[in-house]
């Protein structure tokens, strides 16, 4: 078992950047594949990226073409801690960000066992 929590989150002026991270109050993130999501109001919820386990060897994943090229994935083994850095946002990049752990990457938010409470990205002039 382990118990997300994600932060990071906060306003940014369009063009500007954040790091979100995920880290885990309870077990070790090292053995889970780690996925970003967001949900903006309205809207589904959208994956982003995936990392997998270090015990795997698929690589991390970007899903969203929306956010290739600005949005970089990677871990810290040493501090339990993935990490989602955002570049060059956007106003539609404005949404809840959520981490959550799976056995492996998948597509499928439902393969996703373990969910943080989420950080609010607000990007706004």
């Known amino acids: 078992q382990v118990q997300l929590v994600e932060s990071g989150g906060g306003l940014v002026q369009p063009g500007g950047s954040l790091r979100l991270s995920c880290g885990a109050s309870?077990?070790?993130?090292?053995?889970?594949?780690i996925g970003w999501f967001r949900q903006a109001p309205g809207k589904e919820r959208e994956q982003i990226s995936c990392?997998?386990?270090?015990?795997?060897?698929?690589?991390?994943?970007l899903y969203a073409d929306s956010v290739k090229g600005r949005f970089t994935i990677s871990r810290d083994n040493a501090k339990n801690t993935v990490y989602l850095q955002m570049n060059s946002l956007k106003p539609e990049d404005t949404a809840v960000y959520y981490c959550?752990?799976?056995?492996?990457?998948?597509?499928?938010?439902?393969?996703?066992?373990?969910w943080g409470q989420g950080t609010q990205v607000t990007v706004s002039s």
């Open positions: 990392i997998s386990s270090i015990s795997r060897r698929d690589g991390p994943i």
């Open positions: 959550a752990s799976a056995s492996g990457c998948s597509r499928d938010g439902n393969a996703y066992d373990y």
């Open positions: 309870v077990g070790s993130l090292n053995y889970y594949a």
